[in-house]
């Protein structure tokens, strides 16, 4: 195997195909990255069992082949190169990597007998749906926040993705809060569902830019095309929960709030949770939000302005709950429904394609 490729081209992929690779495989054959020349493109493929990239680059092939070698090392290398051409050729055992232009040479160890590698399956023709790729980072940065960490509740460590006819839902929810938000999609046939792994959007999202992107889910499989990339993840098996039945139906209480001042002010309060209780209060009056948070060190307070004209009530929340979603919405107002200090709240906008539920805490009865 030889071959010559740019610098700047190599590198990018060779970083995502070392996102998939986790370190406790350092001493397995899961530590290297299968890297294949033919038809003047290089192929390159990593894996972790659960999730898979490939991705292939145009080079100027001078010999096919194929060879396994240590992605950290191997990217470290590629890195410390300077910006240009290198070449790369393949003897036996090592992987000889020199700079043209350059009296720079390495050579590392490597594997030559790929049939000890995993056999990564690349997607097969079926049924795909496309959606924006602007559009599902949207979707992934909108509810990936709410995914559980308790890993006995494991069927609730990613994000549900429902297709119907002609929309996509995505859904996450740790059993405190829940994040929801749908998009538009070209019309078809396609109906699909499954749970997606938390570590598998956060791989996605990194690797999005624009364009369209292709899904499919399938045996238990999801499948991503887009670019020159392609990503299959196993799904998490189990159900999901009825998200539908934690949803409230109906509010007494609405209020308009300017993101950006709520969002501040919030960050501000929380500045005094010395002891990381996460909590925080909010006193709604007629025209006004009073946040505060009290600690054994000291208590902050912010008063904002709102569109509110009804009973003054107090809750209590986790603040993370409203920083995280906070973060990611665009519009300047939102707009909070609420029935009383035990129950859901949601936070929402205008726009109607997403919402997040955010269960309260009970506050003491000195706050």
Known sequence: MKFIC?????????????????????????????????????????????????????????????????????????????????????KGSKLNIKSIGNKIKFSLVCEDDIGKYPDISDMDKGDYFDISQIDIKEMIDNTLFSISDDESRYFMAGVLMEKFEDEINMVATDGKRLSFISKKIKKNKIIEYGIIPGKTLNILKNLLTEGSICISIKQNKIYFSFDNVKLISSLIEGTFPNYKKVIPEKFEYEIIVNKEQFKNAIERVSLIDFYNNRKIIFN???????????????????EIICDYDSDEIKLCFNYDYFLEPLAQIKEDDIIIEFTGIKESIILKTEKNNFFHVIMPMMPQDNE
């Open 284 to 302: 709604i009056q007629k025209g006004k939000i009073i946040i505060s948070a009290t600690e054994e060190m000291g208590n902050a307070t912010e």
């Open 6 to 90: 740019e610098k700047k081209a190599i590198v990018k992929e060779i970083s995502m195909a070392s996102n998939i690779i986790e370190s406790k495989n350092i001493l397995s054959i899961l530590s290297n990255v299968f890297l294949e020349v033919k038809n003047n493109k290089l192929i390159i493929k990593s894996t972790d069992l659960k999730i898979s990239f490939i991705s292939e680059i145009a080079i100027e092939m001078i010999s096919e082949g194929s060879v396994l070698v240590f992605c950290g090392r191997f990217l470290t290398i590629l890195r410390g190169f300077p910006e240009g051409e290198i070449e790369f050729t393949q």
